[in-house]
């Protein structure tokens, strides 16, 4: 835990065989901070590093995003369009628990279920959206993808395996739709090239017009997306 002025931060210190120096990350989702050491590296290092970034840990916390609860009335982009939650109230015969549509994410049933509710509906749209995007794609450059996995991962947006399968954050359904598109051109280049050279680049260009724009999206909007739900 780092004690701070305003609160105190829950901390996790983890140590990493692949690192080179110390580092210090703020866990958006979780209002966090994960302290990584080198193997070679004693905790007491480490803590004297932490203190020396405690300004740093604080003006990052204050500058981070409101947290956007799934709960009626609440703002939520869909492809990076605002809607709006509306609760519906108890279930009626006929209608669907959970349906987007004229600007809105409407919820039926009890309230304390409508926030589970948005999010498994959010994810499953996510999994539709980036799979059919993925297998479009691949097609074009002659590839198959073996697989496509949802999840809710914190410091990737996407990963390919060299078997063919391929793994996205659900919070890009949050994101513009460029940027989604851009993710998953990322992705299915990397059924080509398993590597970030030149040509991969290329390919991700190809697939994906104006990249470094989405990636520049991305980089700066990367907390608010960890901040809903």
């Not at 990052?60 to 869909?78: K, Q, S, T, W, Y």
């Not at 002659?142 to 990737?156: F, G, L, M, P, Q």
């Not at 994906?208 to 960890?226: C, F, I, K, V, Y």
Request: proline share 4%.
């Amino acid at each position: 835990m780092l004690a701070l002025a305003e609160r105190d931060v829950p901390l996790r210190v983890r140590q990493s065989d692949r690192a080179r120096r110390i580092t210090l990350r703020i866990d958006a989702a979780a209002e966090s901070l994960e302290l990584v050491l080198p193997k070679r590296v004693s905790l007491a290092a480490g803590l004297r590093f932490l203190e020396s970034r405690r300004d740093w840990v604080a003006a990052n916390l204050a500058e981070m995003p409101e947290r956007v609860v799934f709960a009626d009335g609440a703002i939520v982009p869909v492809l990076g369009i605002p809607h709006r939650i509306r609760h519906l109230g108890e279930r009626s015969p006929g209608v669907r628990t959970v349906s987007i549509e004229d600007g809105e994410i409407r919820v039926v049933g009890a309230a304390p279920h409508v926030a589970r509710r948005v999010r498994d509906h959010l994810i499953a749209l996510a999994r539709h959206e980036l799979g059919r995007r993925a297998r479009a794609l691949a097609a074009r450059i002659d590839r198959r993808v073996t697989r496509i996995t949802v999840r809710d991962t914190k410091s990737r947006w996407g990963s390919c395996s060299a078997s063919g399968a391929l793994a996205f954050s659900w919070r890009l359904i949050l994101a513009p739709e460029a940027v989604l598109d851009y993710v998953v051109a990322h992705e299915v280049a990397h059924l080509v090239e398993m590597n970030h050279g030149p040509r991969f680049w290329r390919l991700v260009e190809t697939l994906a017009p104006d990249s470094a724009g989405q990636r520049h999206w991305l980089s700066h909007n990367r907390a608010r997306l960890l901040r809903y739900g």
